[in-house]
């Protein structure tokens, strides 16, 4: 997968830089929002489970795209029996490439 692209097979997008994180079953990560700070975020494969601070939850299938900033979450849990693979893109630092 080039960087910078979301999808498998995808040219990378100009100015961009993507990042895969992968979630192995019936394992969380804590929330780190400077991890996320500006990408858009693609479920490659798996579920997501979003956990807020205030004890909310929300689930996310395959194909979902999210933007994990600016939100009140504290951890990030795979579910499910299969690894949970998250694709992030973001802008480059400084780049100001239009696409």
Do not use: Q
């Not at 029996?81 to 802008?91: A, E, G, N």
Request: with cysteine; proline share 6%.
């Amino acid at each position: 997968m080039d960087a910078g692209s979301l999808f498998p097979g995808e040219r990378g997008l100009p100015g961009c830089s993507s990042t895969t994180t992968t979630i192995l079953p019936a394992h969380s990560i804590d929330y780190d929002e400077s991890d996320w700070a500006g990408a858009i975020v693609v479920v490659l494969s798996g579920r997501l489970h979003l956990e807020c601070r205030s004890g909310e939850r929300a689930s996310f299938d395959e194909g979902a795209v999210l933007f994990l900033t600016g939100l009140d979450l504290c951890r990030i849990t795979n579910p499910g029996f299969t690894p949970l693979v998250l694709k992030s893109v973001r802008r480059r630092p400084g780049d100001r490439t239009r696409s």
